[in-house]
């Protein structure tokens, strides 16, 4: 027998939805499976070929392949001259390692507040918070929506600062016509399974800097190079290699590179597919006044990688936490994106206090994120309106109640 859903009733769907899900298809297996029965599983040749697809798809000089997003951060804190003593302004509204990577820099991160209408970073505060310690900018395009470069590399170029744009979400995405990854002066890209493309675990970093592409490629091994123009050393022989820095072993293997070669023969198809389900969600949701719907800048070519939904309080009888167990019992898994970063127990200790980003707070308390990915049929898109709509109607205040 169908378990009733909160709001009365029968759930609107018997099976659950999941709020982001990978897509995998037989070219990706068989992509697997060659690198799989080949000589070379790792540091192979598919590396490259993946390195100058990024490039060719986004425009950029440079790519270097790495383990993850996070990686890829810390790679360009490092890259950028990022140290003790030195301050890197990012966002609250993040995953967590976009301000990590200052930290394992020795580096202090700076809390800038967003936007209240698209909940990326703002500028102005960016501008504000800008002081001589100030080393970088990691402003993280929220959702895939971009940030807005041209005002915030117009900053970082008059105070000598590095623009490290956070491209988790962004792959796909166009600002002013041109892909994301090809204008900041360094972006990293996350491939996490519940990304637009994925290769299991893997990351990117984009650069047009031909100093911060041979960094990058230290750092990724270990500091580790067998090139002669960087030995301090005359070379013994074929086998040699010197350590010229302090690096990680970041390095992506062949198998996840396979896998990303053939996902991103798909990201065409992929993006369009999720802005249908965004222009379906909109159109669904537009009308009511209990929910608020994301804004995007007219510059923002936007491939979304997060649906969020914000609820307006002075219109509902329930909170988030309520709504979000309405929408579960409705079979209709959901997410929220993010906790504010200085909100952990770690940055705590750190003494970072709550109410330094109001607007971030305020969004974190109303945010839920809903199901957005590929694969997802007409009738999930509809299955996910039709809960959300039956939730914020049952449980909705008339406008005296406001």
């Known amino acids: 027998m169908d378990k009733p859903a909160i709001c009365g009733g029968i759930p609107v769907r018997d099976t659950k939805i999941y709020y982001g899900h990978q897509y995998i298809d037989e070219d990706d297996i068989r992509a697997v499976a060659e690198v799989l029965r080949s000589n070379e599983i790792t540091c192979g040749p598919k590396i490259k070929e993946l390195e100058d697809k990024l490039c060719r798809i986004t425009g950029a000089k440079y790519a270097v392949a790495c383990s993850n997003g996070t990686a890829a951060l810390h790679m360009a804190a490092m ?22 990577c200052a930290l394992y820099c020795g580096a202090r991160p700076v809390f800038a507040d967003i936007n209240e209408e698209t909940y990326n970073i703002d500028p102005a505060q960016v501008e504000a918070l800008t002081t001589p310690k100030t080393k970088a900018v990691v402003a993280v395009d929220f959702t895939g929506q971009s940030v807005e470069l041209d005002r915030l590399l117009s900053h970082c170029r008059a105070n000598h600062m590095v623009l490290i744009e956070d491209g988790a979400h962004v792959i796909g995405t166009r600002y002013k016509g041109r892909c994301n990854g090809s204008i900041a002066d360094m972006t990293t890209f996350s491939f996490h399974p519940v990304k637009t493309v994925t290769s299991g675990e893997g990351g990117a970093v984009l650069t047009d800097n031909e100093e911060y592409y041979r960094k990058l490629l230290l750092y990724r091994a270990h500091g580790i190079t067998r090139d002669p123009g960087q030995m301090s050393h005359e070379p013994e022989g074929p086998w040699y290699y010197e350590q010229v820095a302090l690096g990680m072993n970041y ?6 590179a396979a896998l990303l070669i053939s996902q991103l023969d798909k990201l065409p198809v992929f993006s369009q ?12 949701f537009a009308g009511l006044p209990q929910l608020v719907v994301q804004k995007e800048i007219p510059e923002s070519d936007t491939t979304r990688h997060l ?74 898109v509809q299955d996910v309106a039709r809960a959300v709509t039956r939730i914020a109607e049952f449980y909705g205040k008339g406008p005296d109640e406001a």
Do not use: W
């Not at 390095?251 to 996840?256: F, L, P, S, Y």
């Open 251 to 256: 390095r992506m293997t062949d198998i996840q």
């Open 307 to 380: 649906y969020i939904l914000r609820l307006n309080p002075h219109r509902l009888r329930i909170g988030r936490k309520e709504f979000f167990e309405a929408l579960g019992a409705e079979n209709i898994c959901c997410n929220v994106h993010y906790i504010p970063t200085y909100y952990f127990p770690y940055y705590e200790k750190l003494g970072y206090q709550r109410g330094i980003c109001p607007k971030a707070e305020k969004l974190y308390e109303e945010m839920i994120s809903l199901p957005l990915y590929y694969a997802m049929t007409d009738q999930d």
């Open 79 to 100: 890259a950028a001259g990022v140290q003790e003593g030195d301050e890197v302004i990012t966002t609250p509204i993040t995953f967590a390692a976009s301000a990590n």
């Open 273 to 284: 597919r999720r802005k249908e389900i965004v222009k379906a969600y909109d159109s669904a």
